[in-house]
């Protein structure tokens, strides 16, 4: 057994004083979300609830309540979190509910959902939740039973003292336990005894989505609540002037119009509090529909902003953002990327001799790549509901990262940020876009204003329109080849609007003698955010189709070229600073090979192959397609993924699924264009996306078996799929794919 | 403003409203039942997919006005308890991720059944293209749509 320290996750152990009554909850009911359980199968809720700590409560008739820390969009965290927790607490999972935590900074520390941490961050303090509570249960069943705890053991929630023959259910035990002091260490379980971590369990969640219950942020309600709709300017680069809201406010049902800005002057931003439009327009009304047709009526006047300055308190330390002035249009965009890659960049990494190996190559080849802004098109728009009254305000809304929107709520409302409760409901999907909640930011101000509960609902016009856009990308890359076609040096060159898509330290770095690797970047008033696996979902598919090329111009095999400069990169790598494990990298490609029967290409198919590694995960593809009438068709996409060891199964496999069909997608079609800063689409008969016809016929997940903690999960299978169907169509075509969006025929729907 | 009785999910329902009120807000913002979503609201992307008489419309694009005395059912009168051969396939092959979309794909794909029994894979995905999964779900929709068809075949 691992001896473990508790003090780690010390913070995420407070118990509070009075016992835990389902935490904040404001209008739903958490508590009757049991899990997809037949009716016999659930449990009489409980008497008397007995908090462990801040991850779990046992009911007096041993029933488990577990507190998922993290917000939910769709990763199943809600079922893979608690099942940490009931692994080490060694219980009996058809005994267990879950409860969304609220907002708890004090508690529950970061609770962040994006970059594919939250399993992995949370892997430690979940299992130390569980271990330390079953712990307290033994430590009362030795007080209970005059025994050495050594001599108890546990097992489905009963504990066992062998030689006495005596025995207890947790709930019987509970309140005794609730009273031990939480232990300073705890010991967790091996690996190889886990009964729940590892087995599929099904999401705690599908028996209420598939009835349609009320649950996601959207659906929130609440008595007396308005809703508001907002106005945001037509174009980046445009901010409010002035507003009419005479004939809006004369529509039936309409309480108020009013302007709000989102930052109080001279608030230091932090680096998700992204907003092209921090002056906008809010209507609001009693129903949805007589905002909509108010919103119509609205007159606005918009003027030019100015270009300005701002230093963003991010992640990575203050930084300095230029914003500039001025209606941006794609055409000048691709110009300015053209001329922006054809002078030198800055340089990041330089190993070896590149301009001499290129100066005495055999064969050069270069090639670049671009890839448009996208939108993120969560199937919910955003949306937030708020309550401020005085100086408190109860907040629920779908968010990815609560704990970094309240100091942006308190500076805008102007109260103390521990005044703020709020809720997580389910996203309805967020991909990235909502890590950047401004949304909620005005919504909040918005129910300030108009002093009652309001419920601010997107259109999916104004979603899409509304900016935090997956960056326009460009990269070029040049190989140097000897007369023996071996791949002698390697430059890329690569940037985008607004930030590069660079990551310099990553494979094929660490690989190769001679390698450099240059960025540029490009200002922009257009506003940019995280998107499923940020800038890898880019250089992924730009360095997996070019490597394909260059193995084919080598005369190699592309699996068997790249685990050849994988080999070099394990025995006797370049440069120090290479960000990934060479042996997992090739372990994915070789289950890949076995997996996909690599050397077997079924009949009219066309394969493609590509591999990356992202968020501490190695995830590669094989893609199969089928040309029909000169489309193309995926058959089938065989997947192999590193993450460690896989919690949930079944329910990774089916984030894989996602991100493989959410790939091929934005790889066909996925395109945000510009004309004089308005963005070209505003909704779905406009913005195509992918549909079941174009998803793959058939898709297979394979893992590599490790103990390894677990790494990253849902971004890993997204990047490499793009260098797949490039790979896949340029078989099948014949032709290079170096554009995305691929295809771009429009195809008719709906 | 006007008033309407609606049949929804085998209830009489009594709303005064304005008549162009699509039956989506109706439902969402009048009648209280939010398990039909808003996604586009343009008969674009299937998430307010209800029944009407039995057939899968997009309730987004359906004035309350043009209703009469036709059955409303949403995702909340699909069966008793969960329990329609669509949502147990739903189940059995755990289909969702975020699961925004999931009561639109259930609507579309039961109304499918209902007039097509055994449909070909081509015919899943005629019927369900107009149904966005953001998260990627496509391929265990369709699985489980033929499950349905098969267990309600059986
Ligand atoms: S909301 Fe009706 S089809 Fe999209
Ligand atoms: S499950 Fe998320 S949009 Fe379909």
């Known amino acids: 057994m691992t001896l473990i ?7 995420a152990f407070i118990r509070t004083t009075t016992l835990a009554s389902g935490g904040l909850v404001l209008g739903f009911n958490w508590l009757a979300s049991c899990k997809n359980k037949t009716e016999e199968e659930i449990l009489a809720m409980p008497k008397e609830w007995f908090e462990m700590n801040s991850y779990l409560k046992i009911g007096d008739n041993g029933v488990v309540s577990i507190y998922t820390p993290n917000p939910e969009f769709g990763q199943n965290i809600r079922t893979s979190m608690p099942m940490i927790v009931a692994e080490e607490l060694d219980i009996d999972w058809k005994n267990v509910v879950v409860e969304q ?40 069943a030795a007080e209970a039973w005059q025994v050495p705890a050594e001599e108890i053991t546990t097992e489905n929630g009963v504990l066992y003292h062998k030689t006495s023959e005596k025995s207890a259910a947790y709930g019987e035990m509970a309140s005794a336990a609730a009273k031990i002091t939480i232990p300073e260490d705890v010991q967790l379980k091996e ?76 608030y230091e931003k932090g680096g998700f509090d992204t907003n092209a439009f921090p002056e906008i327009v809010a209507i609001v009304g009693n129903s949805t529909w007589e905002v909509l047709q108010a919103k119509k009526k609205l007159k606005v006047e918009w003027k030019p902003i100015a270009a300005y300055s701002e230093t963003i308190a991010g992640f990575r330390g203050k ?38 190996a290129f100066k005495n190559a055999a064969k050069v080849i270069e090639r670049t790549y671009s890839a448009p802004f996208l939108a993120h098109n969560c199937m919910e728009p955003m949306n937030a509901f708020a309550h401020v009254e005085g100086d408190k305000a109860q907040i629920a809304a779908p968010i990815q990262i609560p704990s970094l929107i309240v100091p942006t709520i308190a500076s805008g409302l102007g109260i103390p940020a521990e005044n703020i409760a709020m809720e997580m409901p389910r996203m309805g999907g967020g991909f990235g ?46 190989a140097a080849l000897d007369q023996n076609n071996n791949l002698t040096a390697l430059h890329v060159k690569a940037g985008g609007i607004p930030e590069s898509p660079l990551f310099a330290n990553r494979f094929p770095a660490g690989a190769l003698d001679n390698y450099l690797a240059e960025e540029w970047s490009i200002d922009s008033n257009i506003t940019i ?82 591999a990356y590694f992202c968020h501490n995960s190695y995830a590669a593809h094989v ?14 996409v065989v997947c192999a993924i590193d993450c460690g060891i896989v919690v949930n199964p079944d329910a990774a496999t089916n984030m894989a699924e996602g991100a493989i069909t959410d790939g091929i997608g934005n790889a066909f079609f996925g395109e945000l264009t510009f004309k004089d800063g308005v963005p070209q689409k505003t909704n779905f008969h406009q913005y195509q996306m992918i549909r079941m016809s174009d998803a793959p016929k058939e898709i297979e997940v394979h893992f590599v078996a490790n103990e390894i903690a677990p790494t990253g999960m849902g971004e890993p299978p997204f990047p490499p799929i793009f260098g797949a169907v490039a790979n896949a169509l340029y078989k099948a075509t014949g032709q290079r794919h170096y554009r995305q969006p691929f295809v771009t025929e429009k195809q008719i729907v709906g | ?150 267990s309600a075949n059986a």
């Open chain 1, 319 to 356: 930084e300095t953002k230029n914003i500039p002035a001025g209606l941006e249009s794609s055409a000048s965009h691709k110009a300015k990327m053209e001329e922006l890659s054809s002078r030198p960049g800055k340089i990041v990494r330089e190993d070896g001799d590149p301009a001499k």
């Open chain 1, 191 to 266: 690996v190889r005894d886990f009964k729940i971590i590892g087995k599929s369990h099904k999401n705690v969640d599908a028996k209420r989505i598939v009835t349609g219950e009320p649950m996601f942020g959207l659906d929130y309600q609440k008595e007396g609540m308005l809703i508001a709709m907002i106005e945001h300017p037509p174009a980046f680069g445009m901010t409010l002037k002035s507003v009419d809201n005479s004939a809006a406010k004369a529509m039936p049902g309409i309480k108020d119009v009013v302007a709000i800005k989102s930052f109080k002057d001279g």
């Open chain 1, 433 to 478: 876009r909502k890590a950047y909640a401004h949304y909620v930011v005005e919504a909040a101000l918005i129910s300030q204003k108009v002093n009652a509960p309001v419920k601010l609902v997107y259109t999916r016009e104004d979603d899409m329109t509304n900016g935090i856009y997956r960056p326009a990308y460009q990269a070029t890359y040049r």
């Open chain 1, 529 to 610: 955010g995280a998107f499923r696996a940020p800038r890898s979902n880019f250089m992924a598919g730009a360095e997996q189709s070019f490597l394909d090329e260059v193995a084919e111009a080598s005369g190699k095999d592309p699996i068997q070229f790249r685990l050849d400069l994988l080999k070099r990169a394990k025995e006797n790598p370049v440069g120090e600073q290479n960000d990934y494990d060479a042996e997992r990298y090739a372990g994915v490609l070789e289950l890949l090979r076995e997996k996909s029967d690599w050397n077997q290409t079924p009949a009219n198919v066309h394969r493609g192959v590509s």
């Open chain 1, 5 to 11: 320290k508790t003090k780690i996750g010390r913070r």
């Open chain 1, 101 to 140: 935590a609220p907002y708890h900074a004090e508690k529950y520390g970061m609770q962040f959902t994006g970059g594919s941490r939250g399993i992995m961050t949370r892997w430690e303090p979940l299992r130390m939740a569980g271990a330390s509570a079953r712990h307290m249960l033994v430590a009362a």
């Open chain 2, 1 to 150: 403003m006007a008033s309407f009785t609606l049949n929804i999910n085998g209830t009489k329902q009594e709303v005064d409203l304005d008549p162009t009120t699509p039956m989506l807000w109706v439902l969402r913002d009048h009648i209280k039942l939010v398990g039909t979503k808003y996604g586009c609201g343009i008969a674009q992307c299937g998430a307010c997919t209800i029944h009407l008489d039995g057939n899968a419309v997009r309730s987004c694009q359906l004035p309350v006005s043009s209703i009469g005395d036709k059955e409303i059912t949403t995702i909340e009168g699909l069966s008793e308890n969960g329990n329609h051969p669509v949502q147990k396939a739903w189940l059995e092959i755990d289909v969702p991720q975020c699961g925004y979309c999931q009561a639109g794909q259930i609507m579309t794909a039961s109304a499918l059944l209902k007039q097509n029994p055994n449909p070909s894979d081509t015919e899943i995905e005629t019927a369900m293209n107009g149904n966005i999964c953001r998260c990627g779900t496509y391929t265990r929709i369709k699985k489980a749509v033929k499950i349905a068809a098969n």
């Open chain 1, 623 to 636: 893609l199969d397609i089928r040309m029909e009438e000169g489309k193309p068709v995926v058959e089938k």
